[in-house]
């Protein structure tokens, strides 16, 4: 389903940023220098169809980044990646919502970002809003709710979409309780209906769980793909005692 071949990624880091009107004249003069920054290294994944695929990693690994490249919300510096069937991203808070808007009103505008015709949001929008739990809060703006209802809202959206493939970072890390184990019975039936899943998360708990497989990133680089349980061990290693999580593998 997902093929990412020699993929690299590069972003260029000025040394000096020009904040005011003088800097910004005196800049035409002067040559800017950059810094040449690599998110993602030779990285190359392959991800068959119905398989749950965890990537972990430090912050700044570049786990998000390789999310977006497959999302194609970003371009690779060079490389090559291939994707069958539509995504499903859900990446960041609040990308795409209005904060000015109703929930309601978001509901249709955020399901209309992700492909899906004013047809199907009305057909789903019962589902999503008892799914994301804001029965009462359909009329308010968007800017009123807490960031958890947020992402209530955009991962019930996003889950709605009839997308084979689904893209996750970090949802486990923000919502209630009472959400996440709506997230989890998801991904329960996810795996059981053969979809295809990224999981990006600092929860090795809930990548042991779900993941067939798992993937880990250091320094944009991928040092290890392979069983759960290994993978995981391997990061808490390279992480150190004070950074574990509170579950050990052998």
């Excluded at 904060?99 to 309601?104: I, P, S």
């Excluded at 009839?162 to 709506?182: H, T, W, Y």
């Excluded at 990006?200 to 320094?219: G, I």
Aim: proline share 2%.
């Amino acid at each position: 389903m997902i093929t990412v071949e020699n993929v690299n990624k590069v972003f260029r880091l000025p040394h000096q940023k020009k904040t005011t009107l003088r800097q910004r004249f005196v800049g035409i003069f002067q040559r800017q220098t950059y810094e040449m920054f690599f998110a993602l290294q030779d990285i190359n994944l392959h991800v068959e169809r119905g398989e749950f695929v965890g990537i972990i990693g430090r912050n700044g690994s570049g786990k998000s980044t390789l999310l977006k490249l497959i999302a194609n919300v970003l371009t690779p510096t060079s490389g090559q990646i291939s994707v069958l069937g539509n995504v499903a991203p859900f990446l960041e808070l609040g990308v795409g919502f209005q904060g000015e808007l109703t929930v309601k009103d978001n509901i249709f505008l955020y399901g209309a970002l992700l492909g899906m015709n004013r047809r199907q949001l009305a057909d789903k929008y019962d589902w999503i809003v008892e799914f994301s739990g804001l029965e009462r809060f359909v009329d308010a703006k968007l800017k009123n709710l807490s960031s958890g209802m947020q992402v209530r809202l955009g991962f019930s959206i996003t889950v709605s979409v009839e997308s084979p493939i689904l893209l996750v970072d970090e949802v486990l890390a923000v919502g209630d309780i009472d959400f996440q184990r709506k997230c989890q019975d998801f991904f329960d039936s996810y795996r059981k209906n053969g979809r295809t899943i990224l999981f990006v998360s600092h929860d090795l708990n809930a990548v042991e769980r779900f993941c067939d497989r798992v993937v880990l990133l250091e320094s944009g680089t991928m040092v290890s793909d392979g069983e759960t349980a290994v993978v995981i061990a391997e990061y808490q290693k390279r992480s150190g005692p004070a950074k574990r999580n509170r579950k050990q593998y052998p």
